[in-house]
């Protein structure tokens, strides 16, 4: 059975910082792409940041460049969000997927469950 397991929301002041992460099994976790995708109260989902399956190449969304860094651990097939300089408008749940595809093609084959983020003061 594939499963997406996400960790480490939680509620942070302005600033703060937290540390996602997504234990992954039922595939074969280093041949995927991964990537974080979040959605906001009454917005669609917005792709946050993606590696690729060796995890030698990253990319973030504009919003998030500079603040947030994606890794993976292949050997124990996690993989991470750091969130840093967090601001109110990162509120939202955030779900880690994996693909066969390029992590910037928005296709995936498999979704977590998500894990809620809300930076408030």
């Known amino acids: 059975e594939v499963q997406l397991v996400e960790s480490g929301g939680g509620m942070v002041q302005p600033g703060g910082s937290l540390r996602l992460s997504c234990a992954a099994s039922?595939?074969?976790?280093?041949?995927?792409?991964m990537s974080w995708v979040r959605q906001a109260p009454g917005k669609g989902p917005e792709w946050v940041s993606g590696?690729?399956?060796?995890?030698?190449?990253?990319d973030y969304a504009d919003s998030v460049k500079g603040r947030f860094t994606i890794s993976r651990d292949n050997a124990k097939a996690p993989v991470y969000l750091q969130l840093n300089s967090l601001k109110p408008e990162d509120t939202a749940v955030y779900y880690c997927?994996?693909?066969?595809?390029?992590?910037?093609?928005?296709?995936?084959?498999?979704w977590g469950q998500g894990t809620q983020v809300t930076v408030s003061s």
């Open positions: 997927a994996a693909g066969a595809a390029h992590y910037t093609s928005g296709e995936y084959d498999y």
């Open positions: 039922g595939f074969t976790f280093s041949s995927y792409d």
């Open positions: 590696i690729n399956a060796g995890g030698g190449s990253t």
